[in-house]
Nanobody, 127 residues
Framework: VQLQASGGGLAQPGGSLRLSCAASGSISDNYIIGWFRQVPGKEREGIASIYSREGTKYYSDSVKSRFIISRDSAKNTAYLQMNSLKPEDTAVYYC?????????????????????WGQGTLVTVSS
């Protein structure tokens, strides 16, 4: 499985961006898709995850009510709609995927829970 994140760029505070995560090869609905972000010098932070088979979504407190994770299985693509952006959202954003298994504890926002990673896309929020 290969993942490619895209859609990053410059946004103004209060603005919106939509990130995409395209998978090469078929990823069944039994895969969890996660979005993470990382600022230089800090650990990678899990911000959203989705498990389509049961329609489950989780968000970190830092993005809850502002970001929306979704997935289009027909297009093998996941999305992260980012609204009401703040300067502190500036980071490199990564998507990741892993096959659901019982050992994985919800809300699936830990880096070690994922087996496949995209290359990252930079989001800068600044006026």
């Amino acid at each position: 499985v290969q993942l490619q994140a895209s859609g990053g760029g410059l946004a103004q505070p209060g603005g919106s961006l939509r990130l995409s995560c395209a998978a090469s090869g078929s990823i069944s609905d039994n895969y969890i898709i996660g979005w993470f972000r990382q600022v230089p010098g800090k650990e990678r932070e899990g911000i959203a995850s989705i498990y389509s088979r049961e329609g489950t979504k989780y968000y970190s407190d830092s993005v809850k009510s502002r970001f929306i994770i979704s997935r289009d299985s027909a297009k093998n693509t996941a999305y992260l709609q980012m609204n009401s952006l703040k300067p502190e959202d500036t980071a490199v954003y990564y998507c990741a995927a892993t096959l659901l298994r019982r050992s994985l504890v919800r809300p699936w926002l830990r880096t070690w829970q994922y087996d496949f990673w995209g290359q990252g896309t930079l989001v800068t929020v600044s006026s």
